[in-house]
């Protein structure tokens, strides 16, 4: 999270943002949208782990806007991505979107809406590879480690009574 050296806030916010996107379809996939309420949503159809029919991606080769309202079903909010069924052309598609995809959210009820910019979302895809790579050097790490007698365990069993 540091560019620079420095402290990169505007990743900090780019994240805290999607984390709020998220937190609010979780709320929604357990409790239901309130009735007056209903979500625009727009991302980039071409982001790696969107998952959309062909036919839809053809339509929309940059991004698309979808909107949950009245007609979507199996709402599901994981920690990266959201899941929903909708209706393209008369028939039911399940697509998968990941946080970091999302271009806009908003919720026009109450006037509410975040919107990222193409660069946010450059960040965070190399965020994103950055950060799995440092988590797989880390895993890496404490597995050549695991080998390695530890200095510091003490063994209780010198000091276990025979109970023979």
Request: charged residues 30%; contains cysteine; proline residues 4%.
């Amino acid at each position: 999270m540091l560019k620079n050296g420095s402290i990169n806030y505007d990743l900090f916010i780019q994240k805290a943002m999607r984390q709020a996107i998220r937190d609010l379809l979780r709320y929604a996939s357990e409790k239901g949208i309130p009735e007056n309420h209903y979500f625009y949503i727009e991302f980039l159809t071409h982001f790696p782990g969107v998952s959309l029919p062909e036919n839809v991606r053809e339509e929309y080769p940059q991004d698309m806007m979808i909107c949950l309202q009245y007609e979507f079903w199996d709402l599901k909010a994981e920690d990266d991505a959201f899941s929903v069924t909708l209706i393209f052309d008369d028939e039911e598609y399940n697509i998968v979107v990941p946080y970091a995809s999302i271009l806009k959210f908003s919720d026009p009820s109450v006037d509410f809406g975040i919107e990222f910019s193409t660069d946010d979302i450059a960040l965070d895809a190399e965020h994103l590879q950055a950060l799995m790579d440092e988590l797989d050097e880390e895993n890496k790490i404490k597995v050549e480690d695991s080998d390695k007698p530890l200095d510091n365990v003490v063994s209780f069993s010198a000091f276990k009574k025979d109970h023979d």
